[in-house]
């Protein structure tokens, strides 16, 4: 196949033009977003959904979340990612299949429908966590397009997935938000250094290959700015697979949460990693044959009370 975006193969940094749609079908009044919110989506690269859901399925989500931190025994390990240096959880991967609640959340129609419309195909889940940055030990995400590491290190073909993060407590100016760089979507920036073998193994604690050189960051920064969404339980912010983002370390004593989903159009699965030899696990990124999610309807909590 041909790779359309390389990256970790020359000895400078380079923006290459982004080839892809950001919104990849045409808005219609029946379409889950307004066309204002479309638009400015494929302007900025992001987008912030307030209120998106009510406090008794906020209350239920952040239950599971509690659950799930105070007893990962029944968790697979190596889906438990600890902080660098430390014991305190940092995220749990490939969530949505191992915990029936964080699962109906991703098949919710307020999450994969607005995907769906966005992509203009079915989609299915790419990549999915549990996010936890604690209170006082929650280190920084250093700054990085996703999609950079998805084609060279997953096989990611082109620029049609996106990200959604549902936050499970609030997100304010000083606990370590997500930061973004709005419109740097709308260019490739290339990494230099060859990827090591198992990366994945010490970058999902520390990334230090697939990152962004400064220079190149600063010119982004510098074009672009750099914005920090906030908000409270129940607020989703929706970032597309090449906005420039990274967030700073939590040395407050107020946690941050968020359940984290990528959706993937089903016509955008998986090959044969652009940039190593061997692609990184599946409970990172699902291989094989895309199972489509069918958007689900309804209060969160209607299967468990069923």
């Not at 105070?70 to 749990?92: K, M, N």
Request: proline content about 8%.
């Amino acid at each position: 196949m041909t790779d359309f975006y390389p990256s970790r193969i020359t000895s400078e940094a380079q923006m290459l033009p982004r080839l892809d749609p950001v919104v990849h079908g045409d808005w219609s009044d029946n379409a889950p977003l307004t066309r204002r919110q479309a638009e400015q989506f494929d302007r900025d690269g992001f987008l912030v959904l307030k209120d998106v859901f009510a406090p008794a399925e906020v209350a239920y989500l952040q239950k599971q979340s509690r659950e799930l931190l105070s007893g990962p025994e029944g968790l697979t390990p190596e889906t438990v990612i600890t902080e660098p240096g430390s014991r305190e959880i940092r995220s749990i991967f490939e969530i949505h299949a191992q915990s029936p609640v964080v699962g109906r959340l991703a098949a919710d129609a307020r999450l994969a429908g607005v995907a769906q419309f966005l992509l203009n195909d079915k989609v299915y889940i790419h990549q999915s966590r549990l996010n936890y940055k604690p209170g006082f030990e929650g280190k920084e995400f250093y700054w990085h397009s996703d999609f950079e590491t998805w084609h060279v290190e997953d096989g990611m073909p082109r620029m049609r997935a996106l990200s959604m993060s549902v936050l499970l407590a609030e997100n304010t100016p000083d606990n370590g938000p997500l930061m973004l760089m709005p419109g740097s979507h709308r260019v490739f920036l290339t990494c230099i250094g060859k990827t090591p073998e198992d990366h994945y193994r010490t970058s999902l604690k520390k990334q230090e290959y697939g990152v962004p050189d400064r220079d190149s960051l600063t010119e982004l920064a510098h074009r672009h700015g750099i914005v920090a969404p906030t908000g409270k339980p129940g607020t989703v912010v929706i970032f597309d697979c090449n906005t420039m983002h990274g967030s700073n370390g939590n040395i407050t004593p107020f946690p941050r949460a968020n359940a984290f989903f990528v959706y993937n159009a089903v016509s955008n699965k998986l090959q044969a990693p652009f940039g190593v030899k061997k692609p990184r696990p599946s409970f990172i990124a699902a291989r094989g044959e895309p199972e489509a999610l069918v958007p689900q309807h309804g209060a969160l909590m209607e299967d468990a009370l069923a």
